[in-house]
């Protein structure tokens, strides 16, 4: 994606949700080859799709580079205990 950044800075400042994969995330391939075939069900351009992809692919090489680096997410301490906080109020 160009100038995720940007992207993400916009979602913050207008109070937008947003979500972020990092690349040491081992499902992030996955997940965001899912979301491509969803944005192509939905009718993306061909060249967000282009674009799509390259994400897929730098994520996937930085993930062979950095294999070390690879884990599945977890939640801080304090997260998990917020977490807890609110599944007991729901």
Not at 8 to 15: K, P, Q, T
Not at 23 to 39: M, T
Not at 49 to 72: H, M
Request: charged share 35%; proline share 6%.
């Amino acid at each position: 994606m160009k100038d995720q950044l940007r992207l993400l800075r916009d979602c913050i400042n207008n109070d937008r949700p947003a979500v972020v994969f990092q690349g040491d995330d081992f499902c992030a391939p996955e997940i965001l080859e899912a979301a491509k075939e969803i944005y192509r069900k939905h009718g993306c351009s061909e060249e967000f799709l282009f674009d799509w992809q390259l994400l897929i692919n730098e994520v996937k090489a930085y993930q062979l580079e950095s294999p070390a680096t690879v884990k599945l997410p977890k939640l801080s301490p304090t997260e998990t205990e917020l977490v807890r906080e609110e599944m007991t109020k729901r």
